[in-house]
């Protein structure tokens, strides 16, 4: 018997950094992957393998062995040994032992939420081999744990849609809320190519706006003002005014030093070739940003996008959240 649980990456429309402070963020569930499958094993071990990159280690009585990839196989598999750890600790079956094999279409630090979609899927795989069913609350809290862990001051937001799906609005300490759409539209998505660590950016931001009370409180209010702006254009699908409220939301974030040369050239160029707004997503320092066009421009501003120096595609906003089976 196998389970198997594919979870959907996210990108922040307005509001990411400042949501730490608990101003509101209004962000999506995308088109794009993690794939765990899981199954017992006799041995007691946890095997977890990956296969981009491929690499894999095993955790007997917390000693970790790497059996393929070197210490990226480390870095990048060893949390997922700490997810599976804690869902099994959860039920009381923490002696088992688990063959985990994840298959991701997210790239790793760019701003995507591919550790939260990993450590989703994964939960929600071995959930679903215990139990026979999908738990989405017990999925999104041990998830959160996972990103403790790797981010160092989670937002919560990663986790959140990559559990539940679609659209929400996210403020700290406050019940996240589903955004009804009219309609979906796709995403423009341009990568820098530069992985950085959001939990050092973050501490970074923290460390900045501390020393700066007058320039944190205005870009606290502006950014709370822009997310509310940006939710009503969501819910009309009014891409246009979406993409005008983007590019403020993107001046705010080099106003706290974490868009780079790189995320701005690919925002200009998005810019220019027409798009109605484009932005950084994450924590900056790196990693994407996301444009929105209308339909007849879309295929320019991904060529504008490459012609900067970025790799660019589309993706849909994904309605639904984590969906597992199991399979025989």
Not at 299 to 309: F, K, N, Y
Request: charged share 25%.
């Amino acid at each position: 018997m196998k389970s198997v649980a594919v979870a959907p990456a996210k990108v922040i429309l307005t509001g990411e950094h400042f949501v730490v402070y608990g101003t509101a963020a209004i962000v999506t569930a995308v088109g794009i992957h993690s794939k765990a499958t899981v199954s017992w094993r006799r041995d007691g071990a946890i095997v977890i393998r990956s296969s981009l990159p491929k690499c894999a280690i095993s955790i007997n009585e917390r000693q970790c062995e790497i059996l393929h990839g070197g210490q990226q196989a480390r870095t990048l598999l060893e949390p997922i040994s700490l997810v599976a750890q804690a869902t099994l600790k959860e039920s009381g079956d923490q002696h088992r032992g688990l063959n985990v094999q994840i298959e991701s279409n997210i790239p790793v630090g760019v701003g995507l939420g591919s550790s939260a979609a990993v450590a989703v899927s994964t939960i929600s795989a071995i959930v679903r081999l215990l139990s026979g069913k999908l738990d989405r609350k017990l999925t999104r809290r041990l998830a959160f744990e996972s990103e403790r862990h790797v981010h160092k001051i989670p937002s919560g937001i990663d986790q959140t849609v990559s559990t539940y799906g679609g659209v929400i609005v996210y403020q700290r300490e406050k019940p996240f809320k589903h955004v009804v759409l009219r309609r979906t539209f796709p995403i423009i998505i341009g990568d820098t190519g530069i992985r950085r660590s959001t939990g050092d950016i973050v501490s970074r931001v923290k460390a900045f706006l501390a020393e700066r009370d007058t320039l944190m409180k205005r870009v606290m209010k502006s950014a709370n003002l822009i997310s509310r702006r940006a939710l009503v254009a969501v819910q009309q699908a009014d891409r246009k005014r979406l993409g005008e409220l983007m590019n403020l939301n993107h001046e705010l974030l080099r106003q706290i030093e974490v868009s780079t040369k790189e995320l701005d050239q690919l925002v200009s160029a998005a810019r220019e070739a027409g798009a109605f707004g484009a932005k950084l997503t994450g924590a900056g320092g790196g990693g994407c940003m996301i444009a929105l066009a209308s339909p007849d421009n879309t295929t320019r501003v991904l060529e504008a996008i490459r012609e900067a120096g970025g790799n660019s595609y589309l993706a849909n906003i994904e309605r639904r959240g984590v969906k597992s089976w199991l399979l025989d």
